[in-house]
């Protein structure tokens, strides 16, 4: 069974985004060993500089890169990355027994993004969309994605 990492900075406080992560990591369990992991964000002035945040995303990139187990392909959630269909995520994804990697990641930045490290070192760079979204919903959005993902491997009727 694979392994699926979601790396996530910052921890959710809403209730209904709680609520719904959950269903997910539900809906998940028979499909993969799921880790949610929630590393806290880097608390920022007011108004930060911009070296502020340069810093605070290097720290928040060194926690993020001590998450990642070895043998893990990664994918970062970022503005510059590729936009894929639904049906093109499982083919992101290792098949374990085929594959060298043995763990899928995903990795949702703070409210200021990913260190530009963590985003060169990872296999892909994907993008939800041009829209601007909580990165709370992407992690919603994400984990609905991951189990439609497999849904469609299983050729459910879920995915239309």
Do not use: W
């Not at 921890?11 to 590393?39: G, H, M, N, Q, W």
């Not at 970022?78 to 763990?103: A, D, N, T």
């Not at 990795?107 to 070192?121: D, V």
């Amino acid at each position: 069974m694979l392994s699926v990492y979601l790396i996530c900075v910052g921890k959710l406080k809403e209730k209904f985004y709680k609520d719904a992560c959950a269903e997910y990591v539900k809906r998940l369990s028979p499909y993969c060993r799921l880790t949610v992991v929630e590393i806290p964000e880097t608390k920022l002035s007011k108004d930060p500089t911009l070296g502020e945040i340069t810093n605070a995303l290097a720290k928040e990139g060194e926690t993020i890169r001590a998450k990642i187990p070895p043998g893990s392909r990664v994918a970062a959630l970022c503005v510059e990355g590729r936009m894929r269909s639904s049906e093109e995520i499982p083919q992101m994804f290792p098949v374990p027994g085929r594959s060298p990697e043995k763990h899928m990641v995903f990795i949702i930045g703070g409210s200021y993004g990913l260190h530009p490290s963590i985003k060169a070192e990872a296999n892909t760079q994907l993008s939800m969309s041009p829209m601007t979204f909580p990165h709370h919903l992407a992690r919603v959005m994400l984990l609905e994605q991951i189990y439609r993902a497999f849904k469609i491997n299983e050729g459910s009727a879920y995915h239309k």
